[in-house]
T-cell receptor
Framework: AQSVAQPEDQVNVAEGNPLTVKCTYS??????LFWYVQYPNRGLQFLLK??????LVKGSYGFEAEFNKSQTSFHLKKPSALVSDSALYFC?????????????FGSGTQLTVLP | GAVVSQHPSWVICKSGTSVKIECRSL??????MFWYRQFPKQSLMLMAT?????????EQGVEKDKFLINHASLTLSTLTVTSAHPEDSSFYIC?????????????????FGPGTRLTVL
């Protein structure tokens, strides 16, 4: 079985400050890890993914995430937050191989960037 | 990046009627599409996996006779909510799996549609 935990329902940060949205995962074997963002009444937009290779992954809109195998974490980061980054963020995982191609999503973290 | 569309974006219907939602991959072929349901302020719940040319695979607890899925081509999957009731009101989101460039499909990514807001009166 695979699972994802996003321990924070809500993260508030001031505009211009760095932001971190936390994610830990559990999966048998090597993981594929994803971050998606959802704006109100919209579908999910793909931000970035980790498959293999460099542990620091750079994605859309200046976001990046660091894969930490020992801590089974994949935290989303951005050096300087914008008000427009306010949205709902989902971390997702699936196994690297095998027939279970479905993504398992975390519960989501609402990010609010304060002006 | 890959684009997935959904139609309609919102629909209001009377109880007992059926509603069809379309999901299209616009610039790639998708042998596999997924249908999710999302309640307010909650995560996505996978309803079913739609495979082109074969029957959909439903998650436990999802009624296959109520939520009919058809994946007739590599770019189109449809979800039909039959005999809709108010408790079916929700945000329905589809995704399409882009296998990427590696033969193994190891880099595949799911791209999501914008969602369909269904309200059953």
């Amino acid at each position: 079985a695979q699972s994802v935990a996003q321990p924070e329902d809500q993260v508030n940060v001031a505009e211009g400050n760095p932001l971190t949205v936390k994610c830990t995962y559990s999966v048998s074997g090597n993981p594929y890890l994803f971050w998606y963002v959802q704006y109100p009444n919209r579908g999910l937009q793909f931000l970035l993914k980790y498959i293999t290779g460099d542990n620091l992954v750079k994605g859309s809109y200046g976001f990046e995430a660091e894969f930490n195998k020992s801590q089974t974490s994949f935290h989303l980061k951005k050096p300087s937050a914008l008000v427009s980054d306010s949205a709902l963020y989902f971390c997702a995982v699936r196994r690297y191989s095998g027939s279970a191609r479905q993504l398992t999503f975390g519960s989501g973290t609402q990010l609010t960037v304060l002006p | 990046g890959a684009v997935v569309s959904q139609h309609p974006s919102w629909v209001i219907c009377k109880s007992g009627t059926s509603v069809k939602i379309e999901c299209r991959s616009l610039d790639f072929q998708a042998t596999t599409m997924f249908w999710y349901r999302q309640f307010p302020k909650q995560s996505l719940m996978l309803m079913a996996t739609s495979n082109e040319g074969s029957k959909a695979t439903y998650e436990q607890g999802v009624e296959k006779d109520k939520f009919l899925i058809n994946h007739a081509s590599l770019t189109l999957s449809t979800l039909t909510v039959t005999s809709a009731h108010p408790e079916d009101s929700s945000f329905y989101i589809c995704s399409a799996r882009d296998l990427g460039t590696l033969p193994s499909g190891a880099t595949d990514t799911q791209y999501f549609g914008p969602g369909t807001r269904l309200t059953v009166l």
